[in-house]
């Protein structure tokens, strides 16, 4: 069982089948920008993009679009979302709380050619940096959990790297982002990955 000390532990852990999806039932989903309620609301809100990004390489992978490097290291990207998606409900079960389900998603034209599997894929990454980032400051009386986030989002940002270097991007503005990364609110977060959201409930 994953604990707030072994986060990210074990990465070679692969969800069995594909990720159930379901409504979203969360308040914080679609609210205000404003400070969380809570490492429970920070947790909940980062596992709602690792939903979104595990689906979205599952779907991706399954639709064959890549071949050899590209393709061994999206399957490799795929497995670490997944295991950020069962670490982060772990994590918050471990802490009491309830996980928020998946939402139901649908990615348009992302998986129309390879070009535009690898460039959403890049873009979601990007998103994943900045959201992490942005949240960070809300955990940091709960230094564990803050050390747990800020290797989730080392990780994102190696994954954005490899998605650059992939396209063929050049280095600063394109492989990575400059000498800062720059954060985004909850909002401006959630505004970017909504069109991904076919459905959800608000509270």
């Known amino acids: 069982m994953y604990t707030r000390k072994n986060l990210i532990r074990d990465a070679g ?10 409504m979203l039932g969360s308040k914080f989903a679609f609210a ?3 400070d969380f309620d809570g490492p429970l609301d920070v947790l909940n809100y980062a596992l709602t993009l690792e939903y979104l990004e595990a689906e979205f390489y599952r779907q ?3 639709a064959g679009l890549l ?3 590209a393709a061994e290291y999206l399957a490799t990207i795929q497995t670490d979302e997944e295991t950020h998606v069962m670490t982060l409900q772990d994590t918050i079960a471990s802490l009491g709380g309830a996980a928020v389900p998946a939402p139901m998603v649908d990615y348009g034209e992302a998986f129309a050619s390879e070009a535009n ?15 992490y980032l942005g949240a960070a400051p809300s955990l940091f009386q709960e230094k564990e959990l803050l050390t747990a986030a800020a290797s989730i989002f080392g990780v994102e940002a190696r994954h954005a790297a490899i998605l650059g270097v992939l396209q063929n991007k050049p280095g600063e503005g394109g492989v990575y982002q ?6 985004l609110s909850r909002a401006d977060v959630l505004e970017a990955a909504s069109p991904f959201i076919v459905s959800a409930e608000t509270l």
């Open 117 to 131: 599997y690898l460039e959403t894929a890049y873009t979601f990454e990007n998103l994943g940096v900045q959201a």
């Open 67 to 69: 071949s050899g490097q």
């Open 32 to 34: 205000d920008d404003g």
């Open 178 to 183: 400059g000498a800062l990364e720059t954060a």
């Open 13 to 22: 852990l692969v969800i069995p089948g594909a990720i159930a999806l379901t």
């Open 60 to 62: 991706g992978n399954e």
